[in-house]
C-alpha cells in the first residue's frame, strides 16, 4: 500500500514516524480542505494510535480515510506477531467499516468500487461527513515483481469517478421553515450567535443586517468581521454578558444558533437563563447531532445554516436600513469593550496570555490559526477583535482534548498553500503532548510553513480559573491540576531541530512572532526548512489576575457606555 501510494504521483505523501501524529496530521488536512486524507499503518499497535484522531474526526465532522494493514486469517488467534483485533477497531466512531478480505484476482474488478464507495461513504452518508476504516488483509508476498506494487485494474474514461453519489441532505418542510420566516419578522430583539460551521459568513452577516440583530461571533465561524452599518458584529459577548446589568438590558426574543458551540460558559449560561425567561432558541442541526448541551433549543432544525438564512431576508423585508436600536445597544457594549481591552493590554511590558491571543488574530501574514483547547481557544475567543480580513480559525474541538495539536497544525500547514501562514497556539502541554510532530525523517522531505506560538506557563492554566485552585493546598493543586514538567519547552524544541525564539515582555512578542512569520513566508517550498517555535513566557497565577482585571475594565466601559446613552 505504501509503494502503491507514492508511486502514484497524484498525491502529496508525507511520512510520520508516530501513527499518532500521522492521525492528527491527515485530520488537519481534512479540517483544512474538506476533502479526506489517507492515513496508513501497519497492523497491531500502530492501528490503536490512530484511534483519538478518529474519535476527533467523528465528533468534529471531519472527512478521514484510515487504512490499516492487517494479517490474513489463517494468522489470527494463533499468536502471530503484530496482530491484534483490528476489526470494528474503531467502534462507533466511524461513518463505516470495510473488511475488505485478502486481495485475489477473482475479486480484481472490485476494487474501484470499493475505493469510491470510501469515499462516498467519508463524505455523503447520512450520518454526516467523518471519518471510515478500511482493514486490509494482506498476505505475503506483500510486493509484485521486482519489488513493485500489483496493478490496479483501469478506471472510468475522462478520470470520471467509479460512482457519483449524492449527498444526504436533509430538507425542513415548507411549512417549518413558513413558521420560522415569521418568527424571524416578528422578533425585534433577535441575536445570532455564530460559531464554526454557522454556514457562508457573508450570508450570516447579511441576515444579520437585514434582520436589525447583532451577531455574536465565534472567531471559528469567520464572521468576526470589522463590518459597516447596519451590520454589528459582537466579540466581546464572554465579558459583556458577565456583567449583570448588561444581560438584564440585552435579554433577547430569539436566539439563532449557528454552527458549533462556543467554548465560554459565561454564553453557555446566557443561553439557560435566556431560555428560562421566554427566549425561543432555534438551533441548525444539519447532521443530527444535537448540538444543545442545555437543552435550550425549541427548534432544532435538520438543514444547513445556509438553507435557514436563506428565510431570515426574504422574512425581514427592508426592516433593516440602519442600526436599529437594539442592535445599536450592543454596538455600543462592544466598542467600549474593546476600547478597554486595547488599553489595558496595550500598557507596560507585562506579556499576558489574553495579548498573545489578540496579537496573532491581527497579524497581517497569518492565514489560518490552529488554536489548542483549553485556555488558548479561550483567549481567542474572548479577546481577538473584529478586523478587515480575519484568518481562518481551526481547532479540534470535537472532544475537546490537547492531544495531537502540533500535529493537526502541520497538516492545516501542508494543505494550505498560499494562503498565508499556518500558526498554530497551543500551551505547553499540549507542546510536550505532541513532540513527534516535531520529529523529522532524515531524508528530504518538504517541512509545512508553520509557527508554532507555545504559551509557556509551567503547567495546565485552565485549572487556575476553577474551585480547585484555591480550595486545595498548593501541593496537591499542582501535583493533580497544574501538572508542571520538568522538561524547558525551548530546549526541547531546539533539540528536535527547531529555530526557536523565546519572549518574556509585550514588546519582545511581536518582536519575535514577526521574526517568526518572515522566516516562515521565506522558506516556503525549502525542503531544508524545519519548525519554529515562539515561547511565549507567561505566569499562570498573573494570568488570573489580567482576566479579572480585564473583565472589570469591560464591566465598568460598558456601564460607562450605557450612562452616556
Request: proline share 7%; with cysteine; charged share 20%.
Amino acid at each position: 500500500m505504501a509503494v502503491a501510494l507514492v508511486a502514484d504521483g497524484r498525491l502529496d505523501v508525507r511520512v510520520r514516524l508516530d501513527e499518532r501524529s500521522a492521525g492528527y496530521m491527515a485530520l488537519g488536512a481534512g479540517l483544512a480542505t474538506g476533502v479526506p486524507a489517507v492515513v496508513l499503518t501497519t497492523s497491531g499497535t500502530a492501528a490503536a494510535e490512530l484511534h483519538p484522531a478518529v474519535v476527533e474526526a467523528d465528533l468534529a465532522r471531519v472527512l478521514l480515510i484510515v487504512c490499516t494493514a492487517d494479517r490474513p486469517p489463517e494468522l489470527q488467534s494463533v499468536g502471530a506477531p503484530q496482530t491484534i483485533a483490528q476489526r470494528a477497531l474503531y467502534g462507533a466512531s466511524v461513518r463505516w467499516s470495510l473488511e475488505a478480505g485478502v486481495p485475489e484476482e477473482a475479486v480484481r474488478a472490485t476494487w474501484r468500487s470499493l475505493g469510491s464507495r470510501v469515499v462516498a461513504e467519508a463524505a455523503a452518508g447520512p450520518s454526516g461527513p467523518g471519518p471510515v476504516h478500511v482493514n486490509l488483509a494482506l498476505r505475503e508476498p506483500l510486493l509484485g515483481p521486482a519489488g513493485s506494487s500489483v496493478e490496479l485494474p483501469p478506471g472510468r474514461a475522462h478520470d470520471r469517478p467509479w460512482h457519483r453519489v449524492t449527498p444526504s441532505r436533509r430538507v425542513p418542510p415548507a411549512r417549518l421553515l413558513d413558521d420560522l420566516g415569521h418568527l424571524l419578522t416578528s422578533a425585534r430583539r433577535g441575536v445570532i450567535v455564530a460559531g464554526a460551521r454557522c454556514g457562508d459568513p457573508d450570508a450570516v452577516l447579511a441576515a444579520a443586517a437585514r434582520l436589525g440583530w447583532p451577531v455574536l461571533a465565534d472567531p471559528r465561524s469567520g464572521c468576526r468581521r470589522s463590518a459597516p452599518p447596519p451590520t454589528v458584529v459582537v466579540a466581546a459577548a464572554d465579558a459583556l454578558l458577565r456583567d449583570d446589568a448588561f444581560r438584564a438590558a440585552h435579554r433577547p426574543e430569539v436566539v439563532l444558533r449557528l454552527g458549533e458551540p462556543a467554548a465560554s460558559k459565561v454564553l453557555a449560561g446566557w443561553f439557560a437563563d435566556t431560555a428560562a425567561g421566554g427566549t425561543v432558541h432555534i438551533v441548525t442541526d444539519p447532521d443530527w447531532t444535537w448540538r444543545d448541551p442545555g437543552r435550550e433549543a425549541a427548534f432544532h432544525v435538520a438543514c444547513d445554516p445556509d438553507e435557514l438564512l436563506a428565510v431570515a431576508p426574504s422574512a425581514a423585508g427592508a426592516r433593516a436600513t440602519a442600526v436599529s436600536d437594539w442592535a445599536r445597544s450592543w454596538a455600543s457594549g462592544e466598542d467600549a469593550a474593546q476600547q478597554a481591552i486595547d488599553a489595558l493590554l496595550a500598557g507596560g511590558e507585562e506579556l499576558t496570555e489574553p495579548f498573545v491571543a489578540r496579537h496573532v488574530a491581527q497579524c497581517k501574514g497569518v492565514g489560518t490559526i490552529v488554536v489548542a483547547s483549553s485556555m488558548p481557544v479561550r483567549d481567542l475567543e474572548w479577546f481577538a477583535k473584529p478586523v478587515d480580513r480575519p484568518p481562518r480559525v481551526l481547532s479540534n474541538r470535537g472532544a475537546n482534548g490537547i492531544d495531537g495539536v502540533a500535529s493537526t497544525c502541520l497538516g492545516v500547514a501542508a494543505a494550505s498553500a498560499d494562503t498565508g501562514a499556518t500558526v498554530g497556539i497551543l500551551g505547553d502541554l499540549a507542546f510536550l503532548h505532541d513532540l513527534s510532530a516535531f520529529v523529522r525523517p532524515d531524508a528530504a522531505e518538504e517541512w509545512p510553513p508553520c509557527v508554532f506560538v507555545v504559551v509557556d506557563n509551567h503547567g495546565g492554566g485552565i485549572f487556575s480559573f476553577l474551585p480547585q485552585a484555591s480550595q486545595l493546598e498548593e501541593a496537591r493543586f499542582e501535583r493533580l491540576f497544574g501538572t508542571p514538567q520538568g522538561p524547558d519547552v525551548a530546549s526541547v524544541a531546539r533539540g528536535l531541530g527547531a529555530k526557536v525564539m523565546e519572549a518574556g515582555t509585550r514588546m519582545g512578542f511581536e518582536e519575535m512572532f514577526a521574526r517568526a512569520l518572515s522566516l516562515v513566508s521565506g522558506a516556503r517550498g525549502d525542503g531544508e526548512s524545519g519548525p519554529v517555535v515562539v515561547v511565549a513566557r507567561t505566569d499562570r497565577d498573573r494570568n488570573v489576575q489580567v482576566h479579572d482585571e480585564l473583565n472589570a475594565a469591560v464591566r465598568a466601559a460598558a456601564l460607562a457606555a450605557r450612562s452616556g446613552d
